[in-house]
């Protein structure tokens, strides 16, 4: 790994540990030419994910996508890119030891189970953006 000041390519462990449930290692790194300390984290690439729609057909799990919901969700809400980027990694987390593939149904709940944790307002919102995604039933089925 190389060091983020001086561009050497030496550095070496100074501390390891696992945080956030054993799924991520975070590495406490020091660079053995200047000096500066700095961390890395370790996980498994959810982005080899691929996600089963509800019509059967496939596709990769896309970060970028789940952020522009939260977006739409969180319209002139307060909520910061941190904030935003806790949750996906809280839905990453949490789907990381599944298999290859989940169906979409089981990530939209995450995230709307993520929205009534963090703010009701962007829960209802979301829950109406999701309506267009199931049947009708489904919809009144999850929101009573
Ligand atoms: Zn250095």
Do not use: G
Not at 21 to 31: K, L, P, T
Not at 46 to 62: C, N
Not at 127 to 141: C, G, M, Q
């Amino acid at each position: 790994m190389k060091c983020p000041k001086c561009q050497n390519m030496d550095t070496k462990v100074i501390d390891s540990r696992i945080v956030e449930d054993w799924q991520v290692i975070r590495r406490r790194r020091e660079c053995e030419f200047c000096n500066h300390r700095f961390t890395t984290f370790e996980k498994r690439w959810i982005t080899e994910l691929t996600i089963i729609k509800s019509d059967w057909t496939k596709q990769m799990y896309d970060r970028q996508k789940i952020k522009r919901w939260l977006m739409l969700a969180f319209a002139k809400r307060k909520i910061d890119n941190e904030m935003m980027e806790n949750i996906i990694n809280n839905l990453e987390i949490k789907r990381q030891n599944e298999w290859n593939e989940i169906q979409s149904k089981k990530i939209w709940d995450d995230i709307l189970q993520e929205l009534k944790k963090t703010d009701p307002v962007a829960f209802v919102r979301f829950a109406s953006v999701y309506k267009s995604f199931e049947s009708l039933e489904d919809f009144k089925n999850f929101i009573w």
